[in-house]
C-alpha cells in the first residue's frame, strides 16, 4: 500500500535505512502505521518484518513516559520531575569530575543516534564535561572496515558506489555478510544479480539462506578469512591475472604486499581454512573472468582480533585484480547499524573530530574548536576505545553518560561488563524503554523515538537521509538533543547546544566543511528534494558523490595502498578444553541488543529466544537432541539455550545470536580480544565447549 499524504522518511533500525511512509492512524494504537515508499532506491518499497512493526514501539506499554531518580534510601528507581533528574544527572557528573578530574567522567554513544545527536554528544563531552572518554557501540560494528578504509583509500565509507550497482556489476564476493537475516530489502540487489547473469560467491562458516542463492558458498573455519583472501590473491598472481597496469598507475606497495601473498600456497590455505582448492580456484575465475566484480564484506571479517587485517587483504584482491575505482567494481563494507556510517563522522568516536577529521590533527582541532569558539588547546585528546572505556568503569572512569547503546547485552565479555557499569559511582542512561542497561542507572532519562522528532542519518552508502517527525512525542519524553541542551546548561554552557536539529545539523555542516566527510552542501531543504544526498559534497551546488574513487582515491598521491599482511591465528584457538569455535550473529526478526524489537510482539514470536545452532555430528557427540538446553562454555562465562541441530554449520562450529539477556546471553561467552589498530573485539571466534545443560 502507498499512500502520498503519508509522512516520508526511514526505518529506525538497520544501516540500509530503508524508506517508508508514516500515517497517523487517527486515535488508534500504535499511533502511525507504516507506509510503501516505493520511489526510495534502496529498497523500493520493500521492508523488512522490524521495519514493519516499527511503530509498536511508540505505544509499547513498557515505554519510559518520565524519568526515574534511584532512591537512596529503598535503592529503586522512583519516578522524578525532569528538573530533578537533569539536576542529578549534573550533579553526578560534576561530583566525579571535581573528585577525579575529568576523564573520570566517560561518554558512551550510538550508531543508532542520528548525525545531530552524535555530534552533539562528542560536542558536549569534549567542552562541556572536557573528558577525552568518549566512544560509542559502533566500535563494536564496522571499525575493522572503517580503518582498513583509511588505511588503503585514505577515506572511509562504507559503500563507495550506491547499491543499485550491485545487479550491474559482473560478480560479488560477499564475506561473512547474510542480508537475507539482517537487512533482507537487500537481498533483491543480490538476486538481480544473478538474474542479469552476475555471479554470487559467498564465504561463511555456516550456509545461510544467503549462501543458498549462491553460485558458490566457501565456508572456512572461523577466523581464516585471512588466510583465504590471500589464498585467492596468491592463485591470482600464479595464474597470471593481476592487472599490472592498474597496480602501476593507481596503487603503491604491491612488491611488499606480495611477498606474504605468495608465502601462503593453496593447499596450506586449504589446510588453515578448510576451503579445498579447487573452490579457491573457481572463486578466483568467476571473480577475474567478470568485466567488473566486488568485494562486500560485514561483520564476519571484521569483528576478529584481525579485523582490519582481514579486510586489507581482501581489499589487497581487489586492487591487485584491478577491481577498485572503476566504474561497477570495488571494494565496500555492509555496515550494520542504523546511523552505524554518520555515527562514526561526527565526532562521537574516541579518536575522531566532526567532518571525519583526526582528533590528533592540529588542524582539524583549529578548525572545529573555531566552530566551537573555543581554543584548539582546550579540546582534549584521544580516549580509550568502547571495550577499554567499559573494562575501565569504576577504576580511572567513575561516572558515565549512556546514549542509545545497551552495552549488558551487547558488550563482549558481558557479565564482566555488567559488574563494571555495577562498580560505578554514577551511571546515567538516556533510552527509550528500560534497558538492561539502564536497570542499572541512578538516573534514566526517556527520550523520544524516530517517527517524534527530525534528524539526519547516514546510509551504508553514504547517502546523508532525512527522519521527519510525524506525530507529537508523549508529554514526559524529551528528545536527546533536549537532555543534552538542559545537562550543558546546568554545567555552565548556557549556548552552544541547541534543541532544534536543524540549528545542529547547520552547525555540523560548517564542522565538517572542508573535511573528509564534507557535509557543507548538504542542508534539510536539499535532502528533502533529492531523498538523499551522497557525501563528500563540498558546497551547495556540488552534486554529491554517489561513487567514489573514480579518478583518484583519497590519499595524498591519489594511490591506493596495499598493506602487508599475513595470516594469523584467533586470540583463542579450540584446544582439547574449549575444543569447538563459536560464532555469533543475528536473526531476522531481532534487531541489536533486542531493546526494541524484543518488546514487539510480532517480532518476539517469530524470534523469542536464543538458540545454539549446531552440526548433528556434534550435537550427537554430547549427547544433545533438537530443543534440549546445551550450555556453551568459555574462559569467561556460559550461556545456556536451546540446541538447533542443522547440517548447515561446520561440525567445528556452534552458532548463537547475540540479542538477549540473562541466561542465553552470547555475549557472556565471547572474548574482548581487541583489534590492535580498530580495537575492534572478537566477537566471531572464541574457543568454548558444550555441556548438556
Ligand atoms: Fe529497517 Fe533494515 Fe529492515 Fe530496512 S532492512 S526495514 S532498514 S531493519
Not at 587483504?313 to 552505524?340: E, F, M, V
Not at 561516572?399 to 551511571?427: K, T, Y
Not at 531543504?525 to 554517489?546: L, S, Y
Request: charged share 25%.
Amino acid at each position: 500500500m502507498s499512500d502520498t499524504a503519508a509522512v516520508p522518511t526511514h526505518c529506525p533500525y538497520c544501516a540500509l535505512q530503508c524508506g517508508m511512509g508514516l500515517r497517523p492512524t487517527g486515535g488508534a494504537q500504535p499511533p502511525v502505521e507504516v507506509v510503501e515508499r516505493a520511489s526510495f532506491p534502496v529498497n523500493r518499497g520493500a521492508l523488512c518484518g522490524k521495519g514493519r512493526t516499527a511503530p509498536a514501539v511508540l505505544s509499547s506499554r513498557v515505554r519510559l513516559t518520565g524519568p526515574l531518580v534511584r532512591d537512596p534510601a529503598t535503592g529503586d528507581l522512583a519516578p522524578a520531575s525532569w528538573e530533578e533528574a537533569l539536576d542529578a544527572v549534573a550533579r553526578g557528573l560534576r561530583r566525579t569530575r571535581d573528585g577525579h578530574g575529568p576523564d573520570a567522567v566517560g561518554v558512551f554513544g550510538g550508531g543508532g543516534l542520528t548525525n545531530e545527536k552524535a555530534y552533539a554528544l562528542g560536542k558536549f563531552a569534549r567542552l562541556v564535561l572536557a573528558t577525552s572518554q568518549i566512544d560509542y557501540n559502533g566500535r563494536f560494528c564496522m571499525s575493522s572496515a572503517a580503518a582498513a578504509h583509511q588505511r588503503a583509500f585514505g577515506l572511509d565509507r562504507g559503500l563507495p558506489f550506491p547499491l543499485e550497482d550491485v545487479p550491474r556489476t559482473g560478480c560479488v564476493i560477499l564475506v561473512g555478510s547474510n542480508p537475507a537475516e539482517t537487512m533482507p530489502p537487500a537481498l533483491r540487489h543480490f538476486t538481480e544479480l544473478r538474474e542479469n547473469g552476475g555471479k554470487l560467491i559467498v564465504v561463511d562458516p555456516r550456509r545461510t539462506r544467503t549462501a543458498e542463492l549462491a553460485d558458490l558458498h566457501l565456508a572456512p573455519r572461523p577466523g581464516t578469512d585471512l588466510a583465504l583472501a590471500l589464498g585467492l590473491l596468491h592463485l591470482v598472481v600464479a595464474e597470471g591475472r593481476v592487472d599490472e597496469a592498474f597496480v602501476a598507475e593507481r596503487t603503491t606497495g604491491w612488491e611488499a604486499a606480495r611477498a606474504p601473498v605468495m608465502a601462503h600456497w593453496p593447499e596450506q590455505v586449504e589446510r588453515i581454512t578448510g576451503v579445498p582448492v579447487p573452490r579457491l580456484r573457481e572463486a578466483v575465475a568467476l571473480f577475474c573472468d567478470a568485466d567488473s566484480s566486488m568485494v562486500l564484506t560485514a561483520r564476519g571479517p571484521e569483528q576478529q582480533s584481525k579485523g582490519t587485517d582481514t579486510v586489507g587483504a581482501w581489499i589487497n584482491l581487489c586492487l591487485a585484480t584491478g577491481r577498485a575505482g572503476r566504474p561497477l567494481s570495488g571494494y565496500g563494507c555492509l555496515t550494520g547499524q542504523g546511523n552505524g556510517q554518520g555515527g562514526r563522522e561526527h565526532g562521537q568516536k574516541a579518536d575522531q573530530l566532526p567532518g571525519y577529521r583526526k582528533l590528533d590533527d592540529p588542524a582539524a582541532r583549529a578548525h572545529v574548536a573555531g566552530v566551537w569558539g573555543v581554543a584548539p588547546e582546550s579540546l582534549p585528546g584521544p580516549g580509550r576505545s568502547a571495550y577499554e572505556l567499559l573494562d575501565a568503569l569504576g577504576g580511572e572512569v567513575r561516572a558515565l553518560l549512556l546514549m542509545g547503546s545497551n552495552p549488558v547485552v551487547s558488550a563482549p565479555h558481558a557479565a564482566h561488563v555488567e559488574e563494571r557499569l555495577r562498580s560505578l559511582d554514577f551511571l546515567a542512561v538516556a533510552d527509550v524503554v528500560l534497558s538492561e542497561t539502564a536497570a542499572l542507572a541512578d538516573v534514566v532519562l526517556p527520550v523520544t523515538q524516530w517517527a517524534e522528532e527530525t534528524g539526519t542519518t547516514t546510509n551504508l552508502e553514504g547517502r546523508v537521509l532525512l527522519r521527519r517527525r510525524a506525530l507529537d512525542p508523549p508529554p514526559g519524553v524529551r528528545t536527546d538533543l533536549e537532555v543534552l541542551h538542559g545537562l550543558a546548561a546546568r554545567l555552565g554552557w548556557e549556548k552552544g547546544f541547541p534543541t532544534d536539529p536543524e540549528e545542529v545539523f547547520e552547525e555540523l555542516r560548517r564542522a565538517s566543511a572542508g573535511g573528509p566527510a564534507d557535509y557543507a552542501g548538504i542542508d534539510y531543504r536539499r535532502i528533502a528534494a533529492e531523498d538523499g544526498v551522497f557525501w563528500p559534497c563540498p558546497a551547495e551546488d556540488h552534486p554529491g558523490t554517489p561513487r567514489l574513487f573514480l579518478d583518484r582515491f583519497a590519499t595524498a598521491d591519489g594511490r591506493a595502498r596495499f598493506v602487508p599482511v599475513t595470516h594469523r591465528p584467533a586470540a583463542e584457538e579450540p584446544d582439547a578444553a574449549y575444543p569447538v569455535v563459536l560464532t555469533t550473529g543475528r536473526v531476522v526478526a531481532q534487531y541489536q541488543s533486542g531493546a526494541q524489537t524484543r518488546r514487539v510482539a510480532e517480532l518476539n514470536a517469530a524470534a523469542p529466544g536464543p538458540f545454539v545452532e549446531l552440526h548433528p555430528r556434534l550435537a550427537a557427540r554430547i549427547g544433545v537432541a533438537e530443543g534440549e538446553p546445551v550450555a556453551v562454555v568459555s574462559r569467561r562465562g556460559r550461556a545456556v539455550a536451546p540446541a538447533r541441530i542443522t547440517g548447515a554449520i561446520r561440525p567445528d562450529t556452534v552458532f548463537m545470536p547475540f540479542h538477549w539477556p540473562g541466561e542465553g546471553r552470547a555475549n557472556t561467552v565471547v572474548n574482548p580480544a581487541l583489534d590492535p589498530v580498530s580495537r575492534m573485539p572478537e566477537f566471531k571466534v572464541c574457543a568454548v565447549r558444550l555441556e548438556r545443560a
